[in-house]
């Protein structure tokens, strides 16, 4: 099965949503294959932005992930990193459909409550870049035979 990266946002600590969010991705029918809290430092978020490095609000950016820990998580499914950004919406918190994460709790483009791979091959670069080997997890899920018809997976 497809796994995906969401970090949930040091806005998020903040504001008492890790349990809301977490909650949605629990209700989706995804499987929790690991997670923790982290401080990033600016050696990841050099990394991890490493696609926005050239714009202005750049070093903002990195400012507000690493001003107090986040959590990073591992849901996994059938299709996990198309289904994720669905339920994340658009980054500007303001036009992101109301449903979706950012949609519901968001009303910036920076503070936007979660990160979500965008595709599987950054979700597995991703995956590595914050989780060491032994931090994720397969088990046996007794969800499984509930969430998806026997010939799905
Ligand atoms: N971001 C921002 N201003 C912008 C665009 C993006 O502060 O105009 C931040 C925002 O926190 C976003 C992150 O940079 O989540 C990464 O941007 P990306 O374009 O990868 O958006 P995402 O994949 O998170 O929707
Ligand atoms: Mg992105």
Same mark, same amino acid.
């Given at each position: 099965m497809e796994k995906t990266l969401v970090?949930? !946002?040091p806005c998020t600590l903040q504001r008492g949503l890790i349990g =809301?969010?977490?909650?949605? $991705? =629990?209700k989706k029918g995804l499987k929790l294959a690991g997670? !923790?809290?982290?401080w990033l430092t600016d050696k990841v978020l050099n990394e991890h932005y490493a696609h926005l490095s050239d714009k202005p609000f750049f070093q903002r950016l990195k400012n507000a992930m690493s001003i107090i820990p986040v959590i990073v998580c591992c849901w996994e499914g059938i299709d996990a990193v198309r289904v994720v950004r669905a339920m994340t919406g658009a980054t500007n918190g303001r036009? +992101? +459909?109301?449903g979706t994460i950012r949609g519901d709790y968001s009303m910036s483009s920076q503070e936007n409550i979660v990160h979500a791979s965008d595709s599987p091959e950054n979700a597995a670069i991703e995956l590595a870049r $914050? $989780? !060491?080997d032994g931090e994720l997890f397969d088990y046996t899920w007794l969800q499984? +035979?509930?969430?998806y018809a026997n010939d799905e997976c």
């Open positions: 970090i949930l !946002k =809301e969010v977490i909650s949605r $991705f =629990e997670i !923790k809290m982290t036009n +992101a +459909a109301p $914050f $989780f !060491k499984t +035979a509930c969430v």
